[in-house]
Structures are given as C-alpha cells and as structure tokens.
C-alpha cells in the first residue's frame, strides 16, 4: 500500500528534514505549476518517469525549464539504450503515484529499489527544492542536501549527473 503525503511529511520530519508544504489546487503540468506558484522559494522540477529496453526504470529529475533528450540521456544515465516512459500503470505499481504527481518522494513506496533516480547536477545547485509529496495538491520544499538524505533513507542512492539536452555531447 502506497504511502499518503501526511506519511511521508512524518518520514521527513523523523530524518531531521525540514520542509515546508504549500497547500494548492491539482497541478498536472509544468505550466500550470509556473502559473500558480506564486513565491514558493527554490528550484522547481519536471520529474520524468522511463524505462530503458532491458525494462530498468529511471526517474529523472531535473529543473522545470531544462531540455532533455530522450534520445542521448541513456549516455548518461547507463541504460540500455535508449528510454520510453513508463506507463501510468507502472508508475502507479511502483512508485506508488499518479501521473502529474510524479515526485522523487516516490522512492518511499519502492521498497524492493526498483527505481535508479537521477538527480540533474545543475538543479542540485539550487539550495531548497520543491516536489510534490506524492499528491499534485501540495507542494513540498526541502534543502537539496535533504533530497539526497531522504533518498538514501529509502534505500535509493541518488546518481547525480548533467541531464540538460545542452550538455550531452
């Protein structure tokens, strides 16, 4: 049984993190994100949930205005070959989400480590970060250091590499 929000904000609070959660209408794209977010501080995400040809699945996480190509990132990230994105389906079986609510905070759910999660190393330089806990009606913000510490709590050692279109060469 997939984990609530209130659950995984008492995991958080149980690690030492401090995070803050901003209550808002369901927001299902980047776009309505950027419209509604008003001053919420910190870097804000897309969150690309794929797989690879030999079925590994890969979250990649990265800022809301980075392009990525899902042709080259496989070079990146060590798939084989390269990605597609996971089903609805599948996203829900093990990362314990629906789509627009796709969140590194997933990982709480994905208990047999199924999942590698790619962090950008340009988004990692923001201080504070923001993700949805789980639901696309909150927003959570929380210190990039603590992204990396809940992750590896969960079992999930984060890869941390460049992801942006831009710097696959």
Known sequence: MAATSDELLAYL?????AASTVEHPPLHTVEESQALRGDIPGGHVKNLFVKDKKSRLFLLVLGEDTPVDLKRVHERIGAQGRVSFGSAELLEAVWGV????VTPFGAINDTEGRVTVVLDAEMMKHERLNFHPLVNTRTTGLGSADVVKFLRATGHEPMVVALSAESVE
Not at 13 to 17: D, H, K
Not at 98 to 101: H, R, S, V
Request: proline letters at 11%.
């Open 13 to 17: 609070a149980s690690l030492g993190v």
């Open 98 to 101: 629906k789509p627009g609510a």
